[in-house]
């Protein structure tokens, strides 16, 4: 072989590259050129031997990272030229063990291949229930460890057939080593079993479950990554037995539908939210009502947006397809417990609220909740990242020389681990109050350890003494030795999140603003303004304090929050003359005892968050009963602020840090047109923002925190800076809410060590 102008390269790939037909095609793009040499996974990554002409090793290279399959994510490669070994063949050699640092893939809906194979009644998966690819299916649901090979994940329990297997086999095959590749002779099989106790197998199983949804009746169905509960989205008295027997009498539901235009049916959608909608992750959209559409009232009351996704597993089309109407697809847990996995759960806790349940007998490994997400401009933020976006990984410069784990929030967890190049982000976990919440954390800790072969050097936690996640974590290094604990501040780990997501090297100004959090004087903060860095901040704002009359249950119940809002300006003798309608929710005794604990601080903590101030206005508009669920009053008034629009604001102050609201809550007692007190409340909080950057022009304005998904104050806020030309910048990928905080507390860790 004439060697002349030959050369040889040794190739790691890291990212994710395992498991989304990233051998296969580097084996045909190497045969393309007529390169030598081989491929295979290890625990890095992608590693690739090849040789031959110096001309086309180098298209070769270009066109790894340009031609690259749909799922797979480059974060680094390395080159090594290496001596000519004068391979005779490109082989795709079997996975090798090793240290690892590949990424999980996560979960994504049936591709547009794979859809068509079974739309097609001459293809051997016509209509088959778990058709996938290697770009597309089942990936993090299944996986027990790494390497990403079929004998590691659930599908080890299924033997392929021949015809499987020579797809399986086939480098030029799409489904060459996707693996949990299946057909109806080797693969799951679908169950159904009513609450009699009668089961059916097959497509007897899935034309049952459609008869029972047609018949009115709800149900449980498998999914990717847990059970949603299903009924028709336009039988009132489904949805509302649904709701009393989940104790969930005013959250939204998320509707599940068949295609675009079905979606526009119930829907006004923009272009970016068709986008959104479409995309291979399938998250649920939250998008504008329609005024005229077909769904029960009882869908999401008193508001007018929805939370929509499409089918994105074949059974779920296949059910759409029988039904041919918009579904209630509602996560399968009770309240404060993770999302149901197994058919023994579902039978044990939902007997009395499902009449049938439709299921398979591929584990679920993994929990994995549906994504949220919702449209801003052009662009999106993120309410729950989950299933299609996590696991998440971020690949890093400088390679750290600790292990760090950062074990995020109380409400709305996750977890993040950081180790040699990388930051990993867990699915959405949850809130974690119930001790199934907890024992899930602990699983999902457990599960990333394992995968990864990780025992941290360094544990991250909030600072609130009382968060479950920052009792473990104290007790996880006070049981070892040379395990070190931080503490970072919760909304400085909102900050943290969006500058590590966005790498920003460099202070910014940071509005932290949510429901709760542990400030460092000990008192619940959630109205901040920081000037920040990665490594440290200074609190420059804060909302004025709201006392909490009774403590937590001023959370549930507003009209509290409201009360003391006007405690703070009148005095009980003078509230008592006045005719404010909020009072009328308490009789006397308990306005006098209210007022007591307020002055003698007695269960009346302070609070300087803009979470409660939404509360308190929501209270104030006149919603005095008990909050339905986390974040009602602010989708409320948000709905409110779209109906009766005013461009107007109320006063406030800024006085030595402190942002006041005291003049507001005169004028808004003293507003004639009650209508328009959500569109101003909004506006006096974008003024509030805008005047705060214009004071420290030149740092980038960086926005965190729950209240930031109210779309109403963040669309406010991006029109105000692009008029006054103010650099800013929200988290996309990462959830804005409490989701983030252990991105961001593992990105304090790691900066930390970088020091």
């Keep these: 072989m004439n060697v002349k102008n030959h050369s040889r390269l040794h190739i790691i790939i890291n990212g994710v590259v395992q498991g989304v037909g990233f051998r296969p095609f580097v084996y045909n793009l190497a045969h393309c050129y007529q390169l030598y040499g081989y491929v295979l996974n ?41 001596k000519l070994r004068y391979y005779h063949s490109f082989e795709i050699r079997n996975s090798q063990q090793g240290s690892i640092s590949t990424m999980l893939g996560s979960d994504i809906s049936m591709c547009e291949e794979c859809l068509a194979e079974f739309r097609d009644r001459n293809n051997r998966r016509y209509r088959y229930p778990f058709i996938n690819c290697t770009n597309c299916g089942v990936r993090y649901t ?27 086999e086939d480098p030029t095959n799409r489904r060459y080593h996707a693996q949990p590749i299946s057909c109806y002779n080797c693969g799951p099989q679908l169950f159904f079993r009513s609450s009699e106790g009668t089961v059916l197998y097959g497509d007897s199983a899935l034309h049952e479950a459609i008869a029972y949804i047609k018949a009115k009746k709800r149900i449980a169905v498998k999914g990717m990554g847990g059970f949603h509960l299903v009924c028709d989205a336009r039988d009132d008295d489904a949805i509302l037995d649904l709701r009393k027997k989940k104790n969930r009498p005013l959250k939204p539901f998320a509707i599940m ?24 992750k399938r998250p649920i959209v939250i998008v504008q009502k329609k005024r005229e559409q077909k769904l029960s009232k009882y869908v999401a009351p008193n508001i007018d947006v929805l939370g929509v996704f499409l089918a994105y597993t074949p059974l779920h089309q296949l059910i759409l397809d029988g039904v041919d109407g918009p579904l209630i ?82 409400q709305k967890n996750t977890i993040s681990l950081c180790f040699e190049n990388n930051i ?77 997501e966005h790498a920003l090297d460099e202070d910014v100004l940071a509005f932290c603003f949510d429901g709760t959090g542990y400030g460092d004087d000990g008192l619940l903060w959630g109205g901040e303004v920081f000037l920040a860095s990665p490594q440290k901040y200074t609190r420059i704002y804060s909302l004025q304090n709201i006392s909490l009359l009774g403590g937590e249950k001023a959370i549930k119940e507003p009209k509290r929050v409201a009360l003391a809002l006007l405690f703070e300006i009148y005095t009980l003798e003078e509230l008592e003359q006045l005719n404010i309608p909020l009072l009328k929710a308490f009789n006397k005794e308990e306005l006098q005892t209210l007022y007591i604990m307020k002055e003698k601080s007695l269960n009346t903590p302070y609070s300087s968050s803009v979470g409660r101030l939404f509360d308190g206005i ?72 805008v005047d705060i950057s214009l004071q ?59 020091e």
């Design 257 to 280: 539908l068949s295609n675009l235009n079905a979606v526009q049916d119930i829907a006004v959608l923009s272009q970016n939210d068709k986008k959104l909608i479409l995309e291979n």
């Design 42 to 82: 290890d625990g890095r990554g992608v590693v690739i031997d090849i040789e031959g002409k110096s001309e086309s090793l180098k298209a070769f290279v270009s066109d790894l990272q340009r031609k690259k399959p749909p799922l797979a994510k480059i974060y680094n490669i390395e080159f090594q030229e290496e």
């Design 142 to 168: 299944i996986i027990k460890k790494l390497p990403y090979d079929r004998k590691n994940t659930s599908m080890s329990d299924f033997q392929m057939c021949n015809e499987c297997l020579i797809e399986y």
């Design 618 to 689: 929501y209270a104030l508009c006149g919603y005095i009963k008990t909050l339905g669920f986390e974040g009602e009053s602010g989708m409320v008034l948000e709905s409110l602020a779209k109906k009766y629009r005013s461009e107007d604001h109320y006063s406030y102050e800024l006085v030595e840090g402190r942002i006041e609201y005291t003049k507001m809550i005169y004028e808004i007692l003293n507003e004639k047109e009650k209508n328009f007190i959500a569109s101003k409340f909004i506006n006096t909080l974008t003024e509030i923002i």
């Design 329 to 410: 697809a509602t996560s399968a847990n009770l309240s404060d417990e993770p999302i149901i996995t197994t058919e023994d759960e579902i039978f044990n806790k939902f007997a009395n609220m499902v009449e049938g349940v439709l299921y398979f007998d591929r584990e679920i490994v993994n929990g994995c909740d549906d994504s949220v997400v919702m449209g801003i401009d052009e662009s999106y933020i993120t309410l729950r990242a989950s299933r299609g976006v996590m696991p998440r990984s971020f690949y890093i410069k400088h390679r750290t020389p600790k292990k760090i784990l950062a074990v995020g929030a109380n």
């Design 424 to 500: 990993i982000v867990s699915p959405h976990i949850g809130d974690l109050n119930s001790l199934g919440a907890f024992e899930y954390f602990e699983r999902t800790v457990d599960f990333f350890k394992k995968v990864y072969n990780f025992e941290p050097d360094i544990v991250v936690c909030d600072k609130h003494p009382n968060y479950e996640t920052s009792k473990w974590a104290k007790q996880y290094v006070a049981e070892r030795d040379n395990v070190e604990l931080i503490e970072v501040q919760h909304h400085y780990a909102h900050a943290l999140s969006v500058m590590a």
């Design 696 to 754: 420290h022009k030149g740092i980038c304005v960086v926005l965190a925190g729950g209240v930031f998904q109210n779309k109403v104050l963040l669309q406010k806020l991006t029109e105000a800076f692009a008029v006054r030309n103010i650099k800013y910048f929200l988290p996309k990928e990462i959830a804005i809410n409490d989701g983030g905080i252990s991105f961001g507390q593992v990105y304090f860790g790691l900066k930390g060590l970088n």
